[in-house]
């Protein structure tokens, strides 16, 4: 992992309790999956432009994927720690988590709070995208 890579992951587990809230952008107030990859990306230093007003529901992971990749990050074929990734989950519904150590942080509708939780997940994954710069180290 690189470091920005393990900055993402400390500042997506920083989030872990925050209460779910759609569109939210501040743990305080409450996070969505945007929100916390918002979180993730800011924590490690990213100033680039963060989607906003997304429709995750429709089944558009083509704009999603888009963005993302305007965005200036660099996408990836396999998902590793400090990553984001992008999850059909099924029903037109899309999913952001960021890949951590063992599992995801996510924000999770049902239980009504960011989690983390262990293992592989169980969505079909779209893409994933990771900071650019300092792969090397």
Same mark, same amino acid.
């Given at each position: 992992?690189?470091?920005?890579?393990?900055?993402?992951?400390?500042?997506?587990?920083?989030?872990?309790?925050?209460?779910?809230?759609?569109?939210?952008?501040?743990?305080?107030?409450?996070?969505?999956?945007?929100?916390?990859?918002?979180?993730?990306?800011?924590?490690?230093? &990213?100033?680039?432009?963060? !989607?906003?007003? &997304?429709?995750?529901?429709?089944?558009?992971?083509?704009?999603? =994927?888009?963005?993302?990749?305007?965005?200036?990050?660099?996408?990836?074929?396999?998902?590793?720690?400090?990553?984001?990734?992008?999850?059909?989950?099924?029903?037109?519904?899309?999913?952001?988590?960021?890949? =951590?150590?063992?599992?995801?942080?996510?924000?999770?509708?049902?239980?009504?709070?960011?989690?983390?939780?262990?293992?592989? !997940?169980?969505?079909? %994954?779209?893409?994933?995208?990771? %900071?650019?710069?300092?792969?090397?180290?």
């Amino acid at each position: 992992m690189t470091r920005r890579d393990r900055a993402v992951v400390a500042a997506a587990r920083c989030a872990i309790g925050a209460r779910f809230r759609v569109q939210g952008r501040d743990p305080a107030f409450g996070l969505d999956c945007m929100g916390v990859v918002a979180v993730a990306l800011r924590g490690a230093g &990213y100033v680039g432009a963060i !989607p906003r007003n &997304y429709a995750l529901r429709g089944g558009r992971s083509a704009e999603i =994927v888009a963005r993302f990749d305007a965005a200036g990050l660099e996408r990836g074929a396999t998902p590793m720690p400090g990553g984001i990734a992008l999850f059909d989950t099924g029903c037109g519904q899309l999913h952001l988590a960021v890949i =951590v150590p063992g599992g995801i942080v996510h924000a999770d509708a049902m239980l009504r709070r960011v989690v983390e939780r262990p293992g592989p !997940p169980p969505w079909a %994954l779209v893409g994933c995208w990771h %900071l650019q710069d300092d792969r090397g180290e």
